[in-house]
């Protein structure tokens, strides 16, 4: 496992932006899966976006076109920048790592967003945007 470690939670309005960052404790998990959750208590955490070793990235239907999610390997960084934000974006924003392997995906090449395939998390960052 790795230790993971979120920072640039906060307030904003609606319409408005937020980035939020994701240091891993040790580089080799970036050669798996890694990606952002999001969960609203009383809600199961959902998954936002993935990315993996090559680059390739992968969003849930209700951020695409406003979230972009990129990472760093020389600095063991993973972001989130998070345009355009709704109310409806509330919630505690998670990152994640798989321990191993790639990104789980449907035959359809879509990721499957599978909380189980992730094996480190870090400890969340609260993210509140008002209307």
């Known amino acids: 496992q790795v230790h993971l470690t979120e920072s640039g939670g906060g307030s904003v309005q609606s319409g408005g932006s937020l980035s939020l960052s994701c240091s891993a404790s040790?580089?080799?998990?970036?050669?798996?899966?890694m990606g952002w959750f999001r969960q609203i208590p009383g809600n199961k955490r959902e998954g936002v976006a993935s990315i993996d070793d090559y680059g390739a990235t992968d969003y849930a239907e209700s951020v695409k076109g406003r979230f972009i999610i990129s990472q760093d390997n020389a600095t063991n960084t993973m972001y989130l920048q998070m345009n355009s934000l709704k109310p409806e974006d509330s919630a505690t924003y998670y990152c994640?790592?798989?321990?191993?392997?790639?990104?789980?995906?449907?035959?359809?090449?879509?990721?499957?967003?599978?909380?189980?395939?992730?094996?480190?998390w870090g400890q969340g960052t609260q993210v509140t945007v008002s209307s």
């Open positions: 040790k580089s080799d998990h970036f050669s798996f899966c």
């Open positions: 994640a790592a798989q321990d191993d392997g790639p990104c789980e995906t449907t035959m359809q090449g879509v990721w499957t967003r599978d909380v189980r395939a992730f094996g480190s």
